[in-house]
T-cell receptor, first 115, second 112 residues
Framework: AQKITQTQPGMFVQEKEAVTLDCTYD???????LFWYKQPSSGEMIFLIY??????QNATEGRYSLNFQKARKSANLVISASQLGDSAMYFC????????????FGAGTILRVKS | EAGVAQSPRYKIIEKRQSVAFWCNPI?????LYWYQQILGQGPKLLIQ????????DSQLPKDRFSAERLKGVDSTLKIQPAKLEDSAVYLC??????????FGAGTRLSVL
């Protein structure tokens, strides 16, 4: 089974609107972490936000928030007030305590922000 | 604070040739990672170093790939001989005490 599933190959959003990028994960490890990275066309992976499995509250970082639903094993990224510079590839990733610091990535979702 | 540095940014070689990539992690980061990202996919871990020791190289094709991290700082990833399927972006990342991994800009390799 896929560890990380991102079902949306591509998404469009109007500038200044909010958008949700989906991520579901599969693990039996009770201790894990979930990450979102942004990869613009330049190629660098930029860390956006982190959620630990034991964190009680959803993580937020500026315009980014993570909608963590543990029972559903989902960790969706919400970007509020989209900007043209948000156009990029977005990857969801998971780290399991059993496997140390190794990150396993999903296939990614490409986001295009329209003006 | 300087980020993760990688060079070269681009490399084009012919199959069966050798190639090397260099990575300088963020200062003070003990853990260094090399990932391979094939077009249209997420990155896949090739090897992880803790200081200058290998923690995980289970997905490194050891018949052709090698990596070293001398003195626990810079690292070099080598491919010899290269195959067509090695065409990918090679990303280096570093982290401090198992926290967030920070990535470099990557090296885009094309094998012809």
């Amino acid at each position: 089974a896929q560890k990380i599933t991102q079902t949306q190959p591509g998404m469009f959003v109007q500038e200044k609107e909010a958008v949700t990028l989906d991520c579901t994960y599969d693990t039996s490890d009770p201790s894990y972490g979930l990450f979102w990275y942004k990869q613009p066309s330049s190629g660098e992976m930029i860390f956006l936000i982190y959620q630990g499995s034991y964190d009680q509250q959803n993580a937020t970082e500026g315009r980014y928030s993570l909608n963590f639903q543990k029972a559903r094993k989902s960790a969706n990224l919400v970007i509020s007030a989209s900007q043209l510079g948000d156009s990029a590839m977005y990857f969801c990733a998971m780290r399991e305590r059993e496997y140390g610091n190794k990150l396993v990535f999903g296939a990614g979702t490409i986001l295009r922000v329209k003006s | 604070e300087a980020g993760v540095a990688q060079s070269p940014r681009y490399k084009i070689i012919e199959k069966r040739q050798s190639v090397a990539f260099w990575c300088n992690p963020i200062s003070g980061h003990a853990t260094l990672y090399w990932y391979q990202q094939i077009l249209g996919q997420g990155p896949k871990l090739l090897i992880q170093f803790q200081n200058n020791g290998v923690v995980d190289d289970s997905q490194l094709p050891k018949d052709r790939f090698s990596a070293e991290r001398l003195k626990g700082v810079d690292s070099t990833l080598k491919i010899q001989p290269a195959k067509l399927e090695d065409s990918a972006v090679y990303l280096c990342a570093s982290s401090s005490k198992g926290a967030i991994q920070y990535f470099g800009a990557g090296t885009r390799l094309s094998v012809l």
